[in-house]
């Protein structure tokens, strides 16, 4: 089994988490590839030097059935790793050291735990769908992949106007702050602070969501995940710019973007006897009586 292991900079760790992460991969003899800036953390860290042959860069190569990228920090660590797989089409394994967390798999805590299941090839993998986003990204010009969601807000004081079409239909103008489309995975995300529906993981479909729309009878709109989305962006006094999952790009002020379901998609690891429902409560404390 080869752990293809992934974090990045701007973490708080601590040399104890760092030491027990070293701890159990070597426990387990696992072969190792890390990315070139944890590589550096990690000797400056605690003195591990990951030898150069087994450090990797923006991408990751292509890799066997038997390797797993297991990405260290939290839900935006995970996304980035996931931009990084490339061509290589392996499992995903998320270890939470950052807050709320609903794509990692368990905490640092329960490391040696992740790692034994693993090593006994006992934990659970689920296809999770990707959006496929075509349009005005500049200099850009390929299609991009994103795990959560896609989209386009207004950058300054001006107000955005957004286009919604559903395969060739109008659906709605949006004017406001501007619009999210997000994958089931994603509607825990952005998509859930504007305020759109929570999805199980398992579902066929995308929602669109309004941000901040100026005509208040704007809702978010659940649509069958074979829809193709099309979104034309309309701006005045602002600029306005696009976002898949944690990268941002400027884009131009009457751009154009195309959204559907990805050939593509991930496997993504899911907590030992842990369900998306128990999750929702734990991660959101629904049920907590915070009146006493």
């Not at 696992?30 to 923006?58: D, H, R, S």
Request: aromatic letters at 8%.
């Amino acid at each position: 089994m080869k752990i293809i292991l992934f974090s990045r900079r701007g973490l708080a760790f601590s040399t104890e988490e760092l030491t027990a992460l070293k701890e159990v991969i070597e426990k387990y003899n696992f072969e190792l590839a890390v990315n070139e800036e944890f590589a550096t953390i990690l000797n400056e860290k605690i003195g591990w030097q990951i030898p150069t042959e087994q450090c990797y860069g923006a991408t990751i190569a292509p890799e066997s059935n038997e390797a797993v990228l297991v990405c260290y920090g939290g839900d935006g660590t995970l996304l980035e790793g996931v931009h990084r797989l490339g061509d290589a089409h392996i499992p995903v394994l998320g270890i939470n050291a950052g807050h709320l967390g609903f794509l990692t798999s368990d905490t640092r805590q329960g490391i040696d735990r992740l790692f034994a299941a693993l090593n006994e090839g006992k934990l659970c993998f689920e296809r999770r769908s990707l959006l496929k986003v075509e349009g005005d990204f500049g200099e850009e010009s390929h299609a991009h992949l994103a795990l959560n969601e896609f989209s386009v807000q207004r950058h300054g004081a001006g107000m955005l106007s957004v286009e919604i079409f559903v395969d060739e239909q109008l659906v709605a103008t949006s004017h406001g702050d501007g619009v999210i489309v997000s994958t089931p995975t994603g509607s825990t995300a952005y998509s859930l602070s504007a305020g759109g529906p929570v999805v199980a993981p398992s579902c066929a479909c995308f929602v669109i969501t309004p941000i901040a729309p100026h005509n208040l009878t704007m809702r978010p709109v659940v649509i069958p995940d074979s829809s193709r989305i099309r979104l034309n962006i309309k701006t005045r006094r602002s600029k306005a710019f696009a976002t898949l999952d944690n990268r941002s790009y400027a884009t131009a002020p009457e751009a154009t973007f195309t959204i559907s379901r990805a050939e593509e998609s991930i496997f993504l690891a899911a907590p030992h006897n842990i369900s998306f429902y128990d999750t929702l409560r734990n991660k959101m404390m629904w049920g907590v009586d915070i009146r006493s």
